[in-house]
């Protein structure tokens, strides 16, 4: 069994930055990709930012340019560090993993609020 374990979320004046971390442990097949997801509230889980094994990235387009994902393979661990960001971005982010086997484990969440 895969545990994700999820830190760095918090509350920030927009303009702010903040880094997410999710560090995977447990029987880890093969990894895939990790990712992170948001879900705010009244509204569905949405793709942030996701990181292939071999280093491909791929963003939602309202993260462009101010999001960066970035995984440590030796460690199992990927970060998504948020810059500039808005109040928009409020909402808990989740933490993705997919193996080669097609096993997919989600973290717990960690809230992340934007104050205008």
């Known amino acids: 069994q895969v545990q994700l374990v999820e830190s760095g979320g918090g509350l920030v004046q927009a303009g702010g930055s903040l880094r997410l971390s999710c560090a995977a442990s447990?029987?880890?097949?093969?990894?895939?990709?990790m990712g992170w997801y948001r879900q705010a509230p009244g509204k569905q889980r949405e793709l942030v930012a996701v990181i292939t094994s071999g280093g491909s990235t791929n963003y939602a387009g309202s993260v462009k340019g101010r999001f960066t994902i970035s995984r440590d393979n030796a460690k199992n661990t990927v970060y998504l560090q948020m810059n500039s960001l808005k109040p928009e971005d409020t909402a808990v982010y989740y933490c993705?993993?997919?193996?080669?086997?097609?096993?997919?484990?989600w973290g717990q969440g960690t809230q992340v609020t934007v104050s205008s």
């Open positions: 993705n993993l997919v193996e080669f086997n097609r096993h997919e484990t």
């Open positions: 447990g029987s880890i097949f093969s990894i895939n990709a």
